[in-house]
DNA sequence: ATGGTAATGATAATGATTATCGTTCCATCC
DNA sequence: GGATGGAACGATAATCATTATCATTACCAT
């Protein structure tokens, strides 16, 4: 399948926002990003945040994770994986893999039913959470 | 597992509320839930209706999804499934994979990760809109 | 340079959910 | 049977993430 973005200018502030997420491994929101962004020097209206985090996404060059309260952004230069999220810390852990993706489509399959994305999220408690619980 | 749900009193609005969605097949919100109520003669105030979906899921009484915008509710004597949800007619589709269940549980153990709950939703076009689609 | 379109930023608006608070309902104890 | 303290309700204000408005600015192509 061959993805074709469509063309985008990439102005100072979607390039800033763009550097941001793909020189961290972070799943940013947008008002972290704003922050961030502010506290390096290269301040952004939060409403160009929003629309550039839009614009970036439909370009296919981020990609996003929808939680319960908020949108978080990542880089889109790696595989396409899920991810737990810890209750406890937040943190986000990632995962791939490949026979969960292929069961899911037969699935949709069965149903007549035309994928056009997912999203698996796993709820609970890290490793390290986990461990620090047994006070 | 012995689930143990905590001592609540079926008050006239939550027994409202469970019914309603006991009686049917829909994944409401809590806006729908209101309305619906209402026309059938018992009105409850939109916060009650907030809090008793949240007490009734407390005890295990309903099951939710979380949405991009908002949070739907449904009935829990069912067995555990998932949900495909058309982007076209907002219709969601349910299904259960008993594979794709252990293999998420398979991979959370890899790493380390106590899994609580978890959530899968695919995106897509039903077999109906599929079809209508070719005009 | 100039006109036109797209992008930005400050701010208002929206929509779902939660918080507040005075009132009402209930179970329990004289 | 009535007093009483806590739980539940309902109306409404507040919150929070996101989107809409709109005047201003930046960029592109004649
Ligand atoms: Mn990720
Ligand atoms: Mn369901
Ligand atoms: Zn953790
Ligand atoms: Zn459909």
Redesign the pocket.
């Known amino acids: 399948m061959i993805i074709v973005p469509s063309m ?2 990439l ?4 390039q800033a926002i763009l550097d941001m997420i793909n020189t961290s491994e972070r799943h940013w ?3 972290e990003l704003a922050r961030s962004l502010s506290d390096s020097g290269q ?13 970036l996404e439909e370009a296919g060059l981020i990609e996003s994770i ?1 939680l319960a ?4 952004y990542e880089r889109a230069d790696k595989a396409h994986h899920d991810h737990m999220i810890c209750t406890a810390c937040g943190s986000i852990e990632e995962f791939a893999h490949a026979t969960i993706e292929s069961l899911q489509l037969s699935v949709a399959a069965e149903k007549g039913f035309a994928v056009s994305g997912h999203q698996l999220v796993m709820f609970g408690l890290c490793r390290k959470c986990t461990q620090g619980e047994q006070k």
Chains 1, 2 share one sequence.
Not at 43 to 55: E, Q
Request: charged content about 35%; cysteine-free.
């Open positions: 985008i200018r102005t100072a502030q979607r929101d947008a008002d301040s952004i209206g939060i409403a160009t945040v929003y629309r550039g985090l839009a614009t929808q309260d908020k949108k978080r």
